[in-house]
């Protein structure tokens, strides 16, 4: 009897769903906004020490939802200027989604998108830039996602691959990954993990084959909690990456930060370090930020880290201390 009752009340969850209301193509299904900033990065321990990398940008947005069909497209034109960027001015499909929300969560096919893990990696950092995580996949392609939560209960899960280009063979990594968690007034937490293709990789980091028969894994746990005066947050993680000379290398990390918010104006701190299997690649670092809120539509961001590499003798690594600055107009 117990059986039969909850066969019918999920099925008339999903019946509710399906018979929910899709109306002819009109205006009002859309929404319309983006957001104008102008910003860049500044690097004191780097030749050419000042590039824009994304922060200079109009991003434009549209969102679609008509009954349970919803639906996303995200046109950014950036500046890239400076270290390592084209001298340009350059347009990106940054995201391009359509699904459906079923209320328990939706069910999305995209062309680019976030990943599902990507929503909750850096759950922990209240930082305005330069928080730490787990090195997960975060924008990716062809990324079918079911994602969504109930009665505090949070979970998703993704599909993706690396790379748009639909002939490319060779570097194309694929993968999954997704979290649960659960989130309440006062705090929230997750468990997530990846698996994806191990690649070998050129000298600046894109991939050029993959490596048969091994994967990257990321295991990650980030959360928050809210004390009022002060909010605080920890990302933890472990990941598993093959180099080029088919050699696993792991590597664990933490970070742990903290905000306060007085008015308009958010303060934050954070410290993190990284322990790898290769020690020139472990590093601490420490930042501070600041986000002021001028007024619904105005905003100015900075961040300033600090980082510290464990070994300083190799390609000259030694501490260096980074900038970003950022102001923007949403509409």
Do not use: C
Request: charged content about 25%.
């Amino acid at each position: 009897m117990q059986k039969t009752i909850l066969a019918a009340v999920v099925a008339s969850v999903f019946a509710g769903q399906a018979m929910a209301e899709i109306k002819p193509l009109s205006a009002d299904q859309f929404t319309i906004g983006g957001e104008a900033t102008v910003g860049g990065y500044y690097n004191d321990n780097a030749d050419q020490k000042y590039m824009t990398d994304g922060a200079t940008v109009l991003q434009l947005e549209t969102s679609y939802k008509n009954g349970g069909i919803v639906g996303y497209v995200e046109v950014d034109i950036k500046a890239e200027y400076g270290r390592g960027m084209d001298e340009d001015v350059v347009s990106d499909l940054d995201k391009a989604w359509i699904g459906y929300d079923f209320g328990f969560g939706t069910l999305s096919y995209a062309l680019e998108n976030d990943t599902a893990l990507d929503a909750v990696d850096g759950a922990g950092d209240m930082t305005y830039e330069f928080g730490m995580s787990a090195p997960d996949a975060s924008d990716a392609f062809d990324v079918v996602k079911f994602q969504g939560g109930v009665s505090g209960f949070a979970y998703g899960v993704s599909y993706f691959e690396t790379d748009e280009d639909k002939d490319q063979k060779e570097g194309k990594q694929s993968g999954y990954n997704g979290y649960v968690g659960f989130e309440a007034d006062m705090f929230s937490v997750y468990a997530g993990y990846e698996k994806k293709d191990a690649a070998y990789r050129d000298d600046d980091g894109n991939a050029t084959s993959l490596i048969k028969g091994e994967e990257d894994t990321v295991s990650t746990v980030t959360g928050n909690i809210d004390l009022g005066a002060v909010q605080l947050g920890a990302n933890i993680w472990k990941a598993e990456v093959f180099t080029a000379e088919n050699v696993s290398e792991e590597h664990d990390g933490f970070y742990v930060s903290a905000a306060s918010t007085f008015n308009t104006l958010t303060l934050s701190t954070g410290y993190g370090e990284v322990d790898h299997d290769d020690k020139f690649e472990s590093y601490k670092q420490f930042n501070v930020a600041g986000f002021y809120q001028m007024s619904s539509n105005t905003f100015v961001g900075v961040d300033v880290a600090y980082n510290m590499p464990e070994v300083e003798i190799k390609n000259d690594q030694e501490d260096e201390t980074r900038v970003f600055l950022k102001a923007g107009y949403t509409f």
